[in-house]
């Protein structure tokens, strides 16, 4: 039977109920191995060309995960969860459509200083060209890796040229952000961000003074005119803001106190 006509007479026993647009969507899953991996074609419904489309997932191990694969494909189609594949790349995605919508939504010098920054500087150059629909949790891992070790636009003084889990863990909270956007603006099925791993903060080894070494620091600073200053700060444990906001009716030199302000 040729396309035609087996368009028409889906077309037909669509208007006589006797085809569920979720038999005609995915009527039958296509399995091949290639070299060492398994794929699958899925059959989705005409579009409104009267074509047949097709799902293409690959990368399989084996032939039950590729089955598996069809079989959770198949029942977002039944869930009405389905959506599908955008050519879209990841950098006319956050450029042209997530960073418009969120502008009005946060602070100017948040969106310009922040958000747009990291999409120019960290995202655009490794991840950009890249379709929206396949930046997969384990890709996300890498490009975090890849930025951990050369991610550094300008590196200037700085030894390293890699950037600072801290700053790969804020790029990953703004994909993650915009990533969930386009699972609610319908452009992605699953936030792939939610099952990447970004690497952890390091917490730096606090480095303090001893007795000894502080005893010299106030000695050697003691006629200048902020040694009112590194005093409280040394021996009081009063923060910064707290001493630097200390008036002098605050201040009782004769019993050695001081009133702080909350």
């Known amino acids: 039977m040729c396309r035609q006509a087996r368009s028409e007479r889906t077309y037909s026993l669509l208007a006589n109920g006797m085809l569920t647009a979720c038999q005609l969507c995915l009527r039958r899953g296509h399995f091949r191995k290639r070299g060492e991996k398994w794929y699958v074609w899925a059959?989705?419904?005409?579009?409104?060309?009267?074509?047949?489309?097709?799902?293409?997932?690959?990368?399989?191990?084996?032939?039950?995960e590729a089955e598996k694969a069809f079989a959770d494909l198949r029942d977002e189609v039944r869930r009405g969860e389905y959506v599908a594949p955008s050519t879209v790349t990841v950098a006319t995605y956050l450029n042209d459509e997530w960073l418009p919508a969120v502008k009005a939504s946060i602070?100017?010098?948040?969106?310009?200083?922040?958000?747009?920054?990291?999409?120019?500087g960290y995202v655009v150059?490794?991840?950009?060209?890249?379709?929206?629909?396949?930046?997969?949790?384990?890709?996300?891992?890498?490009?975090?890796?890849?930025?951990l070790v050369?991610?550094?636009?300008?590196?200037?003084?700085?030894?390293?040229?890699?950037?600072?889990?801290?700053?790969?863990?804020?790029?990953h909270t703004m994909l993650h952000k915009a990533f969930a956007d386009a699972v609610k603006w319908e452009r992605l099925p699953h936030n792939p961000a939610e099952r990447a791993e970004p690497p952890r903060p390091r917490t730096a080894e606090m480095r303090v003074w001893d007795t000894s070494q502080l005893r010299r620091f106030l000695d050697q600073v003691a006629e200048e005119?902020?040694?009112?200053?590194?005093?409280?700060?040394?021996?009081?444990?009063?923060?910064?803001?707290?001493?630097?906001?200390?008036?002098?009716?605050?201040v009782d030199l004769d019993s050695i106190l001081a009133r702080i302000v909350v």
């Open 43 to 64: 059959e989705l419904e005409p579009g409104c060309d009267g074509r047949c489309r097709q799902v293409l997932k690959g990368g399989f191990r084996t032939k039950k």
């Open 107 to 120: 602070r100017p010098a948040t969106w310009d200083n922040h958000y747009r920054a990291m999409v120019e």
């Open 125 to 147: 150059s490794f991840l950009g060209a890249r379709r929206l629909g396949e930046a997969f949790p384990s890709q996300l891992n890498a490009y975090y890796a890849d930025l």
């Open 150 to 171: 050369g991610g550094r636009r300008n590196r200037g003084a700085f030894l390293h040229p890699g950037l600072s889990p801290k700053t790969v863990r804020n790029v």
């Open 225 to 250: 005119r902020l040694f009112a200053v590194w005093l409280p700060l040394a021996t009081t444990g009063m923060r910064r803001g707290e001493v630097l906001s200390l008036r002098w009716s605050d």
